[in-house]
């Protein structure tokens, strides 16, 4: 009898594309599809139970054990960190972190420190300490395009999927801070002790994710 695991989804565009591709490698996942105001669900055909949190929130329990595996975009990631394994890139989210500015504004014509908004203040701080550049970060929760409009700083550092938003707010990408997609995480205790039942599933999603390649 195999040990009947924990994967925590992210809720959201990633737990739509999860659940396609948990379909797609055999898992019936009819419960998830129909969740209501349920957060955990049990696959009826695969010992695995789906948790839908926050995509913090889901580093934080594979990071704690609760969960044995997670999905969760590389944005977290590199924004939250933590002790874990990344196993898969799931191929799905993808986006780019970018450097955005007022259209026409010279980012880098000016000696005075420059201020960048960002949901990611650590995404933004790695990326201007690799240029050896001091620069002012101001937290933002959401709609981080407002910051430059407002004059509130020079730049965002932010998600940029199509670029609509930017264009439409007057804004231009001028350089890419990192790539973004979907990945598997897996708790460093968990890869130990159920190897086989982890092995199983990454081995059912990477057979899926081969076959997209293909198409
Ligand atoms: C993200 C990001 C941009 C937008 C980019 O925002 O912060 O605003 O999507 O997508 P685009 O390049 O396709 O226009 P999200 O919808 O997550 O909301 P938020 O602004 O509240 O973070």
Do not use: W
Request: charged share 30%; with cysteine.
């Amino acid at each position: 009898m195999s040990e009947r695991l924990k994967i925590a989804i992210t809720k959201g565009r990633l737990l739509d594309k999860s659940v396609e591709l948990f379909e797609a490698a055999g898992l019936d996942c009819a419960p998830i599809r129909d969740p209501g105001r349920r957060l955990v669900h049990s696959l009826p055909n695969y010992p695995l139970d789906a948790v839908l949190a926050k995509a913090p929130d889901v580093i934080t329990y594979v990071e704690h054990g609760v969960c044995d595996m997670g999905i969760v975009g590389k944005d977290t990631i590199l924004e939250k960190g933590g002790s874990f394994y990344e196993v898969l890139d799931l191929g799905f989210g993808r986006c780019r972190f970018a450097l955005a500015v007022r259209q026409g504004s010279d980012f880098y014509g000016t000696y005075k420190t420059r201020r960048i908004a960002s949901k990611y203040p650590e995404v933004t701080r790695t990326f201007f300490e690799k240029k050896g550049m001091d620069v002012d970060i101001i937290k933002i929760e959401g709609s981080v395009e407002l910051a430059p409009i407002l004059n509130l700083t020079d730049a965002i550092v932010d998600i940029v999927e199509t670029g609509a938003t930017l264009k439409a707010n007057g804004l231009v990408p001028i350089e890419d801070v990192a790539q973004v997609s979907a990945r598997l995480i897996v708790n460093t205790a968990s890869m130990k002790l159920y190897k086989a039942e982890i092995e199983d599933f990454i081995a059912r999603c990477e057979a899926e994710l081969e076959r997209r390649e293909h198409d």
